[in-house]
């Protein structure tokens, strides 16, 4: 008998149950011991409240929720200026490529980064080249075309051009967040140029190059799914 907590489990009881059972009690109160699932799935799928899970399976789910990423750049040979091109006073589309993807159901396609249900934490960057003296306020988003929201709004930097100093300066503006969709959703990492410079012109490059002799990197984005 198992009557009260005080009793304990007697022999018998234990000599004998089903596969994949252990004993205890998951009721949330005191109780009689009864048998508990006990799961090795690598993937969790019963997500289950009352099971017991195998040392390796929770080893293995964590190792792969955690080395799920998705990185994209927008790259262009070096010593070439970038090719995107952000108008003043528009978001503009980054042109992002995948350099690779473990990130299951995820994909790209002309710059829009498809993911499926879960929580990502993302993190970027975009240049922004100044044209002629004066400053380009400028700052990214990470947009949501499926519900047209924006889902992580970076900060504002500026990227500032002095005549025979810096006339070219180049800022990054940065971006950093989480996101959590119930299923698969759309996006664009988008560049937000608020002024060219004294010039007056109606765009500005998304980057000026260094000319290292590696590819020049303008922009780019880091996905890691955590859940």
């Known amino acids: 008998d198992s009557s009260s907590k005080t009793t304990g489990v007697t022999f018998s009881k234990m000599q004998h149950i089903s596969t994949a059972k252990v004993l205890g009690n998951v009721s949330g109160s005191e109780g009689d011991i009864t048998e508990i699932d006990f799961k090795d799935e690598d993937d969790m799928s019963s997500d289950s409240a009352t099971a017991v899970a195998s040392q390796q399976s929770i080893k293995a789910y964590i190792a792969s929720v955690g080395n799920q990423f998705f990185h994209l750049q927008q790259k262009n040979t ?17 042109s992002v490529v995948s350099q690779g993807n473990t990130i299951t159901g995820a994909s790209e396609s002309s710059s829009v980064i498809t993911l499926p249900a879960g929580t990502y934490e993302i993190k970027a960057f975009g240049m922004a080249r100044t044209d002629g003296n004066g400053t380009t306020p400028h700052r990214l988003r990470l947009r949501n075309t499926s519900d047209n929201t924006t889902a992580i709004l970076g900060g504002v930097v500026v990227t500032i ?59 780019d984005i880091l996905i890691r799914k955590v859940d």
Do not use: W
Not at 196 to 205: I, K, L, P, R, W
């Open 78 to 94: 070096s010593g070439t200026q970038s090719s995107d091109s952000l108008t003043i006073g528009q978001y503009v589309k980054r």
């Open 161 to 219: 051009g002095q005549s025979g100093l810096d006339n070219e300066a180049v800022a990054a503006a940065p971006l950093q967040g989480y996101i959590t969709i119930s299923g698969t959703k759309n996006f664009e990492l988008q560049h937000y140029a608020g002024d060219g410079g004294t010039t007056g012109s109606s765009s500005v490059a998304g980057g000026f190059p260094v000319g290292s002799g590696e590819s020049e990197v303008y922009a």
